[in-house]
């Protein structure tokens, strides 16, 4: 039979099963540095996240904001946005203004779940990684992301209207260091057999290195989260639309025994500009948008 609940990846949220999963903090080996990762939220961010739910083997499902103690703050019963062919698409509603209801403060997202299984009802619970509601956090990337279709589990075009297209945020510490700007051009030569050479097409572009992680790095399911969104069809970092550069990968900065690291990969913007607007805020290449967010 197939899984009767998937939790996306894809999703802003680590989820962990309660109580025999661990927290990222727990799971680091006992020969290395403790380590421990709040994952950031302004006020004015939006929470959104999909669970996918087998057909006719779940009664029902909410989620609940516990404070730092585990105790309820406050309670939400989300909604149906679809279905596939063997799986219910549940969703957070866009009313419920999860973030922006919270104050300054570390909470956790927890999941209640009933299904049927093995001809008995069973609750499955699922807590989050610490979510930490800041006022300010200026040298962080907002990440809202999307796709061209449905897949990696994920429900983009609940129906497939594409007037329902879903978006999903994550924000996380980082920025573009001056050292991370790399003017290139795609360039076709014609060379003839004395090695004259002529060139007959010439593009210019620029390459931005962009790093993820603070000063102590992220846990790898941060990672590993950032990695999948970069495979997607529409990402934006600061309300700019990017896509990796042809052949990038995301490489680390570690140190030894220390579980965290920063990372980074190179990035072009999707559209490739050739004047300043009145829109623009500043000449591409120069600026560092992890001092000067107001670049985007």
Known sequence: MADIVKIPYLNPLQFRKVPEGKFACELIPSFEHKAYYTQKFLSSDTLMFQVLLLKNYWNSISYRILDQNLSEVSSYTGGLIGSTEEYDIWSVRTTDNVISSLGEGI??????????????????????????????LPDSLMIEYSHDGNEFDVVFFPGGNPANRRFFQLRVEGGLASEGFSPASKDTFYIDQVRDVVMLNSIPFNV??????????????????????????????????????????????????????????????????????????SQLGDFNPDYNPDYF
Not at 107 to 136: A, C, H, K, R, W
Not at 234 to 255: D, L, P, S, T
């Open 107 to 136: 909470y956790f997202v927890e999941l209640l779940i009933n299904i049927n299984s093995e001809g008995s009802t069973q609750d499955l619970n699922f807590i989050s990684e610490p979510i930490e509601v800041v006022d300010d």
């Open 208 to 281: 931005y290195k962009f790093t993820f992680g603070p000063g102590g790095g992220i846990p790898n399911w941060m990672a590993d989260k950032i990695n999948r969104i970069l495979s997607l069809a529409y990402v934006e970092i600061n309300g700019r639309q990017y896509v990796k550069n042809e052949g990038a990968k995301f490489e680390a900065i570690r140190e030894k025994q220390y579980p965290f690291a920063g990372w980074q990969i190179e990035m072009v913007p999707a559209d490739n500009v050739y004047s300043i607007t009145e829109g623009q805020g």
